[in-house]
């Protein structure tokens, strides 16, 4: 295997792992033995597990941009990009459910740290806010309600993904999103009929 080939793994295995376990409690050990590699050949990759953290951090980021990316393609409308979002917690809702969001989790998890990488995992947040900030504006909200309507549907989002993750229940998921959804279809009607 390459060494490009082995490094992805191991930030792949990484991002799984901080993701599951958190960023705290995960050791090299663990992502070695994920990977199945020598610890020696680990270090040749990464020297710290910072260096790793910032890896999973820059892969997060690439993530989100081309899911973003692919959510406005495949969106004609910006209603529907935003049903894109509010969907991904039905999508995700098995893994939510055990694990909370994968942003929310680590970027508390590293403000409880102070930890320095923290800024930097909130950029993700940064790019989703941003990203529905344009939508929400492309439906007609002034600058100020967009940036406003976007801090609203994320936090709901964040608040419906942490309360599922404490009590494990399916339908309230289902129930929120679609709550969501009747907000933005209320949202969409009276701003294309004024």
Not at 76 to 90: E, G, V, Y
Not at 97 to 102: D, E, I, Q, V
Not at 127 to 138: H, Y
Not at 165 to 193: G, I, P
Request: aromatic share 10%.
């Amino acid at each position: 295997m390459s060494a490009k080939a082995t490094r992805e793994q191991i930030v792949e295995a990484a991002d799984q792992l901080f993701y599951r376990q958190g960023y705290e409690h995960t050791s090299f050990a663990d992502i070695a033995e994920a990977v199945q590699i020598s610890r020696g050949n680990f270090y040749y990759h990464f020297k710290t597990k910072d260096d790793i953290l910032d890896a999973v951090i820059a892969l997060r980021l690439a993530n989100t941009r081309a899911m973003l990316d692919r959510w406005e393609a495949e969106g004609a409308h910006p209603a529907d990009r935003i049903r894109s979002f509010i969907h991904i917690l039905m999508a995700n809702r098995a893994k939510i459910m055990l694990h909370g969001c994968p942003v929310g989790t680590l970027c508390a998890e590293l403000a409880k740290l102070d930890h320095v990488a923290q800024p930097k995992a909130t950029e993700i947040f940064t790019l989703f806010r941003d990203w529905l900030r344009r939508q929400f504006a492309l439906l007609g909200a002034a600058e100020t309600e967009a940036d406003a309507l976007a801090m609203h549907i994320l936090a709901r989002s964040q608040g419906v993904a942490t309360l599922a993750n404490a009590f494990h229940d399916e339908e309230f998921v289902r129930k929120e999103v679609d709550q969501m959804r009747d907000w933005l279809d209320a949202y969409t009607r009276k701003h294309s009929t004024s």
